[in-house]
């Protein structure tokens, strides 16, 4: 049996089918929660904080080829994987092993373990983009000139300007405190082009666990936190991009999304003059809004945004007196009245047998709106599926 190779990870060939996961079963209930090994935060490495979840058996090179900065606090990445790993050659008949990689895949929600070569501990960071922006493209098929001039040391092709290469994207918050996070927040210059490695792990995913009958599911509840946002717009983008995940019996589908978050310190003086701009500085909430408006036209589902901006106590703000069409900001923190309205079906009581959550935040509110939301749900408790961010 070949051992795990970490960052020198170039020969990725197909581990034996019994190895492709270390824990293949899923529990009911998401239980992410670490804080009884230790009182601080940064004092438990991600690895050891993880250690029960279920974690691919493969490691995969791949390159940071995009850096964007939403805020000056959270920075956007692309980390591009190898187009000949996700279009690997058909085996010839007969053929019982491989020397083919084998393709990267994940399931909406889950994260990367992220070694860094001159750091010691991997990083754990959250999926923001979807399956679908892994697969190659046709059009990025390597050329002869590319080819000559791949990289002998990673096996990696240098990317290519003329198409978008397979990616996975990341949102990474500034916490110097965090030796993978200040890494990845040093000068664009001094990281742009660099090879990392990459394992796919997490239980926190959709489609639930397969005890739900996604069939009766007509309402998700979809709650962020700050950062906790990360694995859920790749929940939602996933099923907006993808029509067989909701049952064509319930359409519309209903999603009610609500977003707790700060205003970024920078722009609090901005938001009196430009308001829409201070917007699309909050984490993915153009794109949570482009998804409304692509969803305002197919009308398969039925999404209802509220936007809670706790730093924001000036009731006169333009962010209030003049509401966006489709979303609702409120100057506040959320309450369980919003998570009863949320769960409340058209019918105006609560299903709890047509009904998912997913919750996503730091630890605090995680706790506490986990416990409400199982009361809110009672016999539909293990309904609710939950991941803490440290």
Known sequence: ??????????????????????HKRRPSVIRHDMSSLASKKTSVPHKLRTAAEPRQNILYNVRLSHIEEVNPTVRLLHLAIPPRVQAPEEPNQGDEETDEPQPFTFAPGQWLDVHIPSISDA????ITSTPADAEALPSLQPTAE???VEDEETGLPPVDPR???PYVELAVQKALSNPASAWLWKPKDEILGKELCIRVGGS?????????????????????????????????SHLNNNADETPASHHPFNIHFLYST?????TSQEAATSPESVLDQILFLSRLRQIIHSQSQSHRLRITLDLFVTSLRDTSS??????PDDLSIHPRRISQDDLRTALTGPNGDIQPEETVCYMCGPPAMTDEFVAALRDLMGDGSDRVFFEKWW
Not at 221 to 236: D, K, R, W
Not at 318 to 323: E, N, S, V
């Open 163 to 165: 198409g978008r290469d």
């Open 123 to 126: 990083g754990g960071f959250s």
């Open 204 to 236: 926190f995913v959709w489609p639930p666990p397969s005890g739900i009958d996604l069939e009766k599911v007509k309402n998700v509840v979809l709650i962020a936190g700050g950062v906790g946002i990360n694995p859920l717009i790749s929940i939602l």
């Open 1 to 22: 049996m070949r051992p795990l190779q970490l960052l020198r990870c170039r020969q990725l060939h197909k581990p034996p089918p019994n190895l492709i996961l270390l």
């Open 262 to 266: 700060k205003l970024p310190a920078a």
């Open 146 to 148: 590319s080819l000559a």
């Open 318 to 323: 333009p962010l209030l007196l003049k509401q």
